[in-house]
């Protein structure tokens, strides 16, 4: 299992975000891309098993959601250890009550497929506030709310589209002068991400990870080559918290998965009623 190291735990403190190098290897990648060769015509709203076509309603091209769902390759990175020990460490809450229950829990789960003209605008940023993806460091411990792990299944470079972000933007006071507020949840226009002052974009080999806080500022490139850029997205926090979407993980996925697992896929797996002792 890789390790934090101290220039992790500096580099996340002050960017918001770091980069794990390789974290999937040649194989896994050709594993997931396999899957994602299958799922990739399916529709908005359709499912396939229990994953489901999903837009915003703008260009932000498919989201696969629930792609934990789609076999072993995507079981595997629930707990993937290029990324697992980052996560507890970034989330935090050991030996107290954001523990209690559960190392972690993912909230949402995706890949993402992009085609020419799709991108998703600039969102996010602390001064906004949000409970959800807040960004804090305190007695020596990182306690962020949702940590994310967004990885290239294939290399980002100009004009892919890569993710785009504002350095640092996670400890800003002030809202980005530039940021014209983005309408992806009403499906409207998107503003684009890519020319703000200090903005960053991302260039990544497959098999790379961003790992970011949420409350960083960010969005993407529009992409403008031809082909698509696919990406995989898991969203982690505390395990006290909820699911973004209205999707469950099904039974069978459970069933499947290791104790470790299902603890950050369900959290309370023995649900304590009266009528359940
Ligand atoms: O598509 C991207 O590059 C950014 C995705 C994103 O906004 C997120 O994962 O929170
Ligand atoms: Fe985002």
Redesign the pocket.
Known sequence: MKKVSKLDEYLFDLNGYIIIKNALNKKELRDLNKILDKLKNIKNKEWAGYVHGHNYGGKEGLNLQQIYEAGKPFENLIDHPSWINHMMHFVGGKGTFDQHHGPLFIDENFA?IRGPGEA?GI?SGNPEGLQRNHYRYQEGKFHCSQV?I?LALKDIGPGDGG?VIIPASHKSNIQHPEFKNNKMLKGGKVSSAEGMTSAKEVYMKAGDGLVFV?SLC???AKRINKGERR?V?YRYGPSWGFFRHPYRPSKQLLSRLSKFQQKIVMPHQNVLTPDNK
């Open positions: 993402n998703i969102h994310n967004l993710t949420d960010h969005g993407s990406i997205v």
